[in-house]
């Protein structure tokens, strides 16, 4: 691998002069890159004789776009088997945010600094920090899978996750803000009033939805086989998609079973006896499929909250989506019993909501728990200590 200066005199007498990196790829072809300054090619020369002794050296002219390797990236969903509603996820992903920024992009040019200032310009062009997460989720799943075809040779968005210390992540998180008690999540008095509200063919689901916290897509993919009546329990085992396909959940700990009170088990058995039970989905529709979310919402949820009381200033539902009585139930797990909650370990709580990790209970709920170092336990602490 040599490094050599270039000369030229251009039609306007200009005298020009730039560095050429001339070397040959691990497949034995020979390959030049021009820099502008031996500075840079002095770096790219250090960086590529390393990537070709591992093998793993990827050219510009044999690189691809960003926009080609997202197009290669949904077909890998697409022959895996993804389900469909995540295939079109990675779609708009890919149309709306990642081709309009960075698309003509080659992979072999998305370096760190260029991962972390497509980062910065969703921000300034009004993406919500959620969806910059999802997004740059997204582009970390694209370079993943270009390495995979040896199409690229690193992953600079993971690499820039990586390298974020403690510090950062926790100012991200304190960006999101956390769940209050009557803001994002119903306060026990709400739910009591819903409860009270919820019409005969929409209690069933309802209730399950609030002592169970089951996602509604589990919801409405529950079959009557996962209904154990005897242990007062029900088993999550599948889940229908926006479209209505059933699937298995999403990861292996959305696996998992819910015990229940008595009072979902009598709603599921009144349901039960009342449709007959002859479908194998418990919230079927009359043909039954699975309902969709936007009627569980427009026809079961907003109704109710509206009935309740459980309204804005304008009239309108407090709570709109389904996840409200997801986070609902995750407090009630968490609150003391004194509080009329089950005072449950954060491991339980993890387990119960179908979490992949503690550290995503903890994230989001870490805050609900309730501290042991009041002031009463201080003073007796204090007091045995030193006597």
Same mark, same amino acid.
């Given at each position: ?49 390393? +990537? ?25 969903? $697409? ?88 510090? $950062? ?10 769940? +209050? ?8 008095? $709400? ?43 029900? /088993? ?15 990861? $292996? ?41 936007? /009627? ?92």
């Amino acid at each position: 691998m040599s490094i050599r200066k270039r000369t030229w005199t251009t039609a306007a007498g200009e005298d020009r002069a730039a560095w050429v990196v001339d070397y040959v790829d691990q497949g034995g072809k020979r390959r030049l890159k021009t820099f502008a300054r031996k500075k840079e090619a002095d770096a790219f020369s250090a960086t590529a004789k390393v +990537e070709v002794r591992e093998g793993v050296h990827v050219a510009d002219s044999a690189s691809v776009t960003v926009a080609k390797a997202g197009l290669l990236w949904i077909a890998s969903g $697409e022959n895996h088997g993804l389900e469909r509603s995540t295939v079109n996820q990675r779609k708009r992903h890919l149309e709306l945010h990642i081709k309009p920024l960075i698309g003509e992009m080659l992979l072999s040019k998305l370096t760190g600094p260029a991962a972390r200032e497509f980062e910065d310009q969703l921000r300034r062009e009004g993406r919500s920090p959620a969806m910059t997460k999802k997004v740059l989720t997204s582009l970390g799943s694209i370079l993943a899978d270009a390495n995979e075809r040896g199409l690229a040779t690193r992953n600079p968005v993971r690499d820039m996750r990586g390298s974020r210390n403690g510090r $950062e992540r926790r100012a991200e998180r304190r960006q999101k803000g956390r769940l +209050e008690i009557g803001v994002d999540i119903p306060a026990r008095d $709400e739910i009591k009033a819903l409860v009270a509200a919820l019409e005969p063919n929409w209690r069933p689901l309802i209730i399950t939805a609030v002592f169970t916290g089951m996602r509604s897509s589990e919801i409405r993919g529950l079959r009557w086989q996962d209904v154990d009546f005897k242990k007062a329990e029900i /088993n999550v085992r599948q889940r229908a998609d926006e479209f209505g396909e059933i699937g298995r959940p999403k990861s $292996e700990a959305g696996v998992r079973s819910i015990p229940v009170p008595p009072l979902v088990i009598n709603a599921l058995k009144e349901h039960r006896l009342k449709t007959g039970g002859n479908a194998s989905l418990v919230f079927a529709n009359p043909d039954g499929n699975p309902r969709s979310h936007t /009627n569980i919402i427009n026809k079961g949820l907003v109704p109710a909250m509206k009935r309740a009381g459980v309204v804005v200033s304008d009239g309108k539902a407090k709570y709109s989506g389904m996840h409200s009585l997801r986070h609902f139930y995750a407090s009630w797990l968490i609150n003391r019993k004194e509080d009329g909650g089950l005072g449950l370990p954060a491991k339980v709580v993890q387990e119960r909501l179908g979490h992949a990790s503690i550290v995503m209970t903890m994230d989001v709920y870490g805050h609900l728990f309730p501290r042991t170092d009041d002031g009463d336990e201080l003073a007796n602490a204090a007091t045995a200590l030193l006597t």
